[in-house]
T-cell receptor, first 113, second 113 residues
């Protein structure tokens, strides 16, 4: 069945360091891919998405490229800030499985000044 | 002007009690969801409704019963609460099923003692 695998956390970085959070997926058809972010004490909110192969989603300095050949959607940011400290979830949805969302296990990021 | 609201935000109760969590969205969306997030941040979908019809019903104990009186509301009733029910419960909504962004509520932290 469909699934999403994320790198395990927690991840701790110094401010202005580069961030990569790995995400790979298994899907039957052609899914859309998402990154959601959860700040402490809040619900999840969409960070970026890509709906077809080679699409790049971007928002708030974060980027992720939909790579069909490697079934990956890695999240990257060139220079993290303390305010980026949160839990990041990779997710997919595809019509083949009834459009259900499949979330990864989440990766906790802490950025220290 | 909160998009997805949940009440209560915190719920502390004893084993064996029955409790309800309410969710309302003012986005005009057709689809609503209930998720359970455990202490390790793992997110599991429980139910999904589209136009007041149940479309996703994951393996959840019968003690959990969702009710959708109209498209804007999706409530969750839990009977005979158990210690293992302690978690954060999130309501979410989306324009429709599939590739559409899900908007999450702030969560209800349920603690069963």
């Amino acid at each position: 069945g469909d699934s999403v695998t994320q790198m395990e956390g927690p991840v701790t970085l110094s401010e202005e360091a580069c961030l990569t959070i790995n995400c790979t997926y298994t899907a039957t058809g052609y899914p859309s891919l998402f990154w959601y972010v959860q700040y402490p004490g809040e619900g999840l909110q969409l960070l970026l998405k890509a709906t077809k192969a080679d699409d790049k989603g971007s928002n708030k300095g974060f980027e992720a490229t939909y790579r069909k050949e490697t079934t990956s959607f890695h999240l990257e940011k060139g220079s993290v800030q303390v305010s980026d400290s949160a839990v990041y979830f990779c997710a997919l949805s595809e019509a083949f499985t009834g459009n259900q969302f499949y979330f990864g296990t989440g990766t906790s990021l802490t950025v220290i000044p | 002007d909160t998009a997805v609201s949940q009440t209560p935000k915190y719920l502390v109760t004893q084993m064996g009690n029955d409790k309800s969590i309410k969710c309302e969205q003012n986005l005009g969306h057709d689809t609503m969801y209930w998720y359970k997030q455990d202490s390790k941040k793992f997110l599991k979908i429980m139910f999904s409704y589209n136009n007041k019809e149940l479309i996703i019903n994951e393996t959840v104990p019968n003690r959990f019963s969702p009710k959708s009186p109209d498209k804007a509301h999706l409530n969750l009733h839990i009977n005979s609460l158990e210690l293992g029910d302690s978690a954060v419960y999130f309501c979410a909504s989306s324009q429709a099923t599939g590739y559409y962004e899900q908007y999450f509520g702030p969560g209800t932290r349920l603690t069963v003692t």
